[in-house]
Structures are given as C-alpha cells and as structure tokens.
C-alpha cells in the first residue's frame, strides 16, 4: 500500500513537470526520463536474491512515532543478523530500509552524455539506508568492495547503488578499476562523477584548489552543477584521482 501511494504521488508530480516543461518555452526545469532512468539505474547482486526478495515482501511499515513523514520498513534484527555477509550484501543494495512519504523529482537531466554531474542521483527516491546497513558496508568494507568488483566485472555495469556505496565506505582503493570501468562505459559518466566526489571525500588538495572543484561545490554550486564532458576534462579527471590514489597508497 506505502509502494502504490508513493507511485500515484510521483506520477502526480511527474505530470506537473511534463506540463511546466511543454508549456513553458524555455524554462530551466528540464526533465528527460531516459536520462533520469539511466543515472538512477541500479545493479540487482545476485547472491541470495530470491530468498532476500521473498523476505522483503513480507515487510511492513513501521511510521515514525513522532508524527513525521519518514518510516521503517525493516527485517527484525535476528533476521537481519541470521543473514550471510554476500545475502547483507545484496538486501541493502536493493532495500534501503529508512523511507519518506513523497518523492524527489530530478530537474535538468538533459543532453546527460555531454555532462559531468558533480553528485549522483538517489536510486531509491527518497529511501535511504538504515545505520546498521551503513555500519555493515563500513564495517565490512573489503568484502563489500571485492563483491563490488565481481558483480561489475561479470554484468558491465556499476549501478547507482554500487556507486553510492563506494562513495559511502570512500572505497579509494578502488580508483583503478572505477577508471577502467569508465573507459569501458564511456556512455556511464556518473563513473566520472564518482571519481570526483572520492577525491572530494578525500580532501585532495590538487583538486580542492581546482576551478573544477569549485564550480562543482562551490558556494555557487547547487544539485546539478555540472562540468562539460570533453576528452580533455575526462582525462584531467582520471589523472588527478590517480594522483590522489597514489598519495594515499604511498601513506
């Protein structure tokens, strides 16, 4: 009932975007959903799936007692507990259990192939991961990553999901492979996005004094600022990441 509420209230909401968008010639809200369908794709791991899927069926929401939007759909805590590491695994990267009850409509997605974002889109709208699903990725972090890895290498693809939690555990370790994925998926630019918010994560200092940086989280920076793809940007983006990977292996 949550999941039908939501959706009638997106499409509510997407209605009015559509409509601002063909009636208002030349306006700033831009919504492309193909765009916005690919940046907020994720990757479904595939260990444990259906039986974690068949228990998150059978979730009900729990609504926040202070009178808030915001709710709980989550396993108990020994089911949680009774769970294998690669079945914890794939539970938080397709459930997040903490949700809200509305819904984030993305503006200026257009033309997404000659962008570099300087944030990720959420995947799950408006639901975010529950403290002990971010202290299991944390505390786990090496399994978490090496799981990473093999589901990317064996699907070509590196969901939303998996980007926000490299970002999450700042998985820096990870900068080569990420940088061999991009060129792989030259059509995935969020891969470039990542790379930069692992920088910022960071605080490394080449890019922290950048005129990248500060178009991107600067203090006229919003969402959406964006640096434009080029070749030149692109290959500045994976010199400086493995500039800041170097730096910290060799601490």
Not at 81 to 86: A, F, G, I, P
Not at 156 to 174: A, D, L, S
Not at 206 to 211: A, D, G, H, Q, V
Request: hydrophobic share 35%; glycine share 6%.
């Amino acid at each position: 009932m949550r999941g039908l509420f939501l959706i009638l209230i997106c499409l509510s909401s997407l209605t009015r975007v559509f409509a601002q968008t063909e009636n208002e010639a030349g306006s700033d809200y831009i919504m492309d959903p193909a765009a916005i369908e690919f940046r907020t794709k994720m990757t479904i791991p595939p260990y444990g799936l259906a039986k974690v899927k068949a228990m998150i069926a059978k979730l009900s929401p729990v609504a926040d007692k202070d009178g808030t939007d915001t709710g709980v759909l989550a396993l108990s805590a020994v089911d949680f507990k009774n769970l294998s590491l690669r079945e914890k695994f794939t539970y938080t990267m397709i459930h997040a259990e903490v949700y809200a009850q509305n819904c984030d409509i993305p503006e200026n997605q257009k033309a997404i192939d000659k962008k570099i974002f300087g944030k990720l889109l959420d995947g799950f709208n408006e639901a975010w991961w529950s403290e002990r699903q971010t202290d299991f990725l944390q505390e786990n972090r090496d399994s978490v990553m090496r799981l990473i890895q093999e589901s990317v290498t064996r699907s070509k693809r590196m969901g939303v999901n998996y980007k926000e939690t490299i970002e999450q555990i700042n998985g820096w370790q990870m900068i080569p492979f990420i940088i061999e994925y991009a060129k792989n998926t030259p059509k995935d630019k969020d891969a470039l996005t990542l790379l930069l918010l692992l920088m910022k994560r960071g605080e490394y200092s080449e890019f922290m004094k950048s005129t990248s940086f500060k178009k991107l989280y600067g203090d006229t920076s919003n969402y959406y600022s964006y640096l434009d793809y080029n070749k030149e940007n692109e290959a500045l983006i994976y010199r400086r990441a493995m500039g800041y990977y170097n730096e910290k292996k060799g601490k």
